[in-house]
Every structure is written in structure tokens, then in C-alpha cells.
């Protein structure tokens, strides 16, 4: 089993800031078969990137995705209020798919 | 459009099972493979397992072998996750999440529905 590990835990910071997430995986996830979703409070879980940097439909450009092999990064360029919330990266590359334990990013 | 639609919130006792379902529409229903996935209280997300709806053929993480049961109803496009023999750690939404890839290849979670809330309680 791939074991995601995500850092921080908890960031905090202002909008219109820089927020940079990352996501490390304990074994290499083959072809970038990683993505990252955003869980906003009593929301299902919404799919922002997948394949490690395309952007999914109706996801806005201050979002990206990079990284290969066991370390990824999510960079939101200029947090909106409704990006506070909480990040989940997942590989589906073998089974099973497995999350990392989620950032949360709160407001300062 | 994909959606979703999840049954509603169950209140069962220790010991009890419980059958949650997942209606979808605005697609073919036997083309996307559909994954259960599971989150307690103020927890992280936590995948329980995949089932094809074309052949109802299915495959469970380790940790729920023996007491989940995904099943799928093609005639109503219908997905059903059965979990048995409950205890107060069941206690979580659960989450139907339809696959991106149409067919056997790997994917990722691209539509979800709105969650079902489970409370197991005495």
C-alpha cells in the first residue's frame, strides 16, 4: 500500500496569499496518478487536480499541480475565501487508493 | 450532468448492518466504475472499495473484507455498500465517488455524491 504523507498539517494564512501544500508518497506513484481535492466544511470532497498538474473542469488557474515520482505540491496562487478548507491529495495508480491525512488551511 | 444521489441518514445499533445507496444519472451507468469511500467525525478520507457496475464484480480494501457488500441494480443505475456487524467506530459519512476512467485503467474520483451519515449507537 502507497502511504501519502501530507505537510503542513495545519497552515495558516490571508487571502490573497501564496499557499504551498505538499504531498509525499512512501513509493513512487507510476505515470503521476496523483490528485488533490478540497473538502469545504459538510461538502463532499471536490476534485481540483489530477494526472499531478491538470486542472479538472471549472477549477480556476490560481490552482496548480506539480511533482513526480513521491513528492508533489499543490500551490493555490492567491487564496479566496473559499479555499479555506481542507486538502486531500490520493494516488490511484495501484490499489488500494489511498489519501494523505489532509492541510487544513485556515485563515489567519 | 453526473450526478449522484445518496440515500439518507441511518441511526443503527452495535451489531446491526445497514445499506446505503448511490443513484446516479447523466451517464452510462455501466461504463464508470464506482468506489465507496468513508470519512469519521473530523477524520481524513479513507477508501473501502470498488465495484464495476457491468458485471458487479468488486474488490474491498483488507480492512473491511468480511463485513462490506457492494452490489449495484442496473436497472434503476443504483449502487448499494452494506456494511455488517456495526460498532460505534462506523460512525462516519459515506461517500459513493464514481471513477474518471471508463474501463480498467486507473482513476481518479471525479464526481461524488453528498454523503451519507451513518451513527452507530446504543
Known amino acids: 500500500e502507497i502511504v501519502l504523507t501530507q505537510s503542513p498539517g495545519t497552515l495558516s494564512l490571508s487571502p490573497g496569499e501564496r499557499a504551498t501544500l505538499s504531498c509525499r508518497a512512501s513509493?513512487?506513484?507510476?505515470?503521476?496518478?496523483l490528485a488533490w481535492y478540497r473538502q469545504k466544511p459538510g461538502q463532499a470532497p471536490r476534485l481540483l487536480i489530477y494526472g499531478a498538474s491538470s486542472r479538472a473542469t471549472g477549477i480556476p488557474d490560481r490552482f496548480s499541480g506539480s511533482g513526480s515520482g513521491t513528492d508533489f505540491t499543490l500551490t493555490i496562487s492567491r487564496l479566496e475565501p473559499e479555499d479555506f478548507a481542507v486538502y486531500y491529495c490520493?494516488?490511484?495508480?495501484?490499489?488500494?487508493?489511498?489519501f494523505g491525512q489532509g492541510t487544513k488551511v485556515e485563515i489567519k | 450532468q453526473v450526478q449522484l444521489v445518496q440515500s439518507g441518514a441511518e441511526v443503527k445499533k452495535p451489531g446491526a448492518s445497514v445499506k446505503v445507496s448511490c443513484k446516479a444519472s447523466?451517464?452510462?451507468?455501466?461504463?464508470?466504475?464506482m468506489h465507496w469511500v468513508r470519512q469519521a467525525p473530523g477524520q481524513g478520507l479513507e477508501w473501502m472499495g470498488i465495484i464495476n457496475p457491468s458485471g458487479g464484480s468488486t474488490s474491498y480494501t483488507q480492512k473491511f473484507q468480511g463485513r462490506v457488500t457492494m452490489t449495484r441494480d442496473t436497472s434503476t443505475s443504483t449502487v448499494y455498500m452494506e456494511l455488517s456487524s456495526l460498532r460505534s467506530e462506523d460512525t462516519a459519512f459515506y461517500y459513493c465517488?464514481?471513477?474518471?476512467?471508463?474501463?480498467?485503467?486507473?482513476?481518479?474520483?471525479?464526481?461524488w455524491g453528498q454523503g451519507t451519515l451513518v451513527t452507530v449507537s446504543s
Open positions: 490520493q494516488q490511484y495508480a495501484i490499489s488500494p487508493w489511498t
Open positions: 447523466g451517464y452510462t451507468f455501466t461504463s464508470y466504475y
Open positions: 513509493q513512487s506513484v507510476s505515470s503521476s496518478y
Open positions: 465517488a464514481r471513477d474518471s476512467c471508463g474501463g480498467d485503467c486507473p482513476g481518479y474520483f471525479q464526481h
